[in-house]
C-alpha cells in the first residue's frame, strides 16, 4: 500500500493502463510501492521485486486482496544472473511486457575525499549497471512489441550538491546518458525510453537523513520549498506508462520543485529592495 494515499477521489473507470504488463523494480517500499499501487488501479498487470526479503511479496499482496494484479518478488538486481532470471520469468508470466520501470536504486553516500572504491563500485552497480542488466534482460521482448521504459535518475545527475553525492550524480548521470542512447535505438521499434530525475523525495530512506540536512535541501536547493511525495513521481510515471506518452521518448522529465530551472535563482542573493 501508498504511504500517501492516492489523491482522490479515484474513479474505478480511469483505467489509463488498462491490461498493460508491467515490470517495475523495487517495489517493496518508497517510490516502486506507490507507483506499483498506482499503476494497478489503472488497469496494469505488475510483476514487481525488491532486495528486502518478502517486501515485494507484501505490497502486492495487499493489492491482491483488493482484486488488483500484482505480485513480488525478492530478487538482488546486482546479480546479473538473478536480473535476467526475474525479467525473463515475469515476462514469460505475463505473456509480453509492455512497460519496464527501472526505478531500484541504491548509493553510498561520502565525501569525495572519504568515497572508497568499494562505495564507488556499490554506487554504480547499484544505480547504474542494474538500470543496463534489467533493460538488457527485457529489451528483446520491447522490441517485438514495442513498448516504454522509464528510468528513475535524480535532478543530482545534472547538477551537484556538496551532500557527498559524487557516486551517486555520478552513476544517475549515467542513466540520462543511457537513457538517451536506449531511446535512439529503440525508436524504430516503437520502444520509447525516457527518465524521471525526482528532487528531494519523501522516502524510508530519506527519512533517515538528518533534519537539517532535508531542511537545507528544501529551502535551498528547491525553488518551491516542499518536499516531494512519492505520489507526485508516481503519477509522472503513469503518464510516461499510458499511451498519452506515445510520441515521447529520450526525454527526462524534472519532478524536482524547481531544483534545476530555478537553481541561478536560488544560490544569487536578492537585491536589496529601495530604502
Known sequence: MTEQPIPGPFDPR???LADKRVLITGTGRGQGAVAQELFARHGARVIGCDLQPGAAAAT???????????????????????ARTWVERAIETLGGIDVLYNNASAPAIAPFAELTLDQWRFTVVNELE?????????????????????????????????????????????????????????????????AISPGFVDTPATRDMPDHVRDWIVHSVHLMPVTIESIDIAYCALYLASD????????????????????????????PGPA
Open 60 to 82: 502486492a499482496a495487499a493489492l491482491s486482496a483488493q482484486g488488483l494484479s500484482a505480485e513480488g518478488h525478492d530478487v538482488d538486481l546486482a546479480d546479473p544472473d538473478a
Open 130 to 194: 542494474i538500470v543496463f542488466t534489467v533493460t538488457s534482460a527485457a529489451w528483446s521482448a520491447l522490441l517485438d512489441g514495442g513498448g516504454s521504459v522509464i528510468n528513475t535518475a535524480s535532478s543530482n545527475g545534472s547538477f551537484g550538491i556538496p551532500l557527498g553525492m559524487v557516486a551517486h550524480g555520478a552513476a544517475k548521470a549515467g542513466v540520462l546518458g543511457l537513457t538517451r542512447q536506449l531511446a535512439t535505438e529503440g525508436a524504430p521499434d516503437r520502444v520509447r525510453v525516457n
Open 14 to 16: 480511469d483505467r489509463r
Open 244 to 271: 498519452e506518452s506515445r510520441f515521447v521518448t529520450g526525454a527526462d522529465f524534472l519532478v524536482d520543485a524547481g531544483s534545476e530551472g530555478g537553481r541561478s535563482a536560488g544560490t544569487v542573493p536578492l537585491a
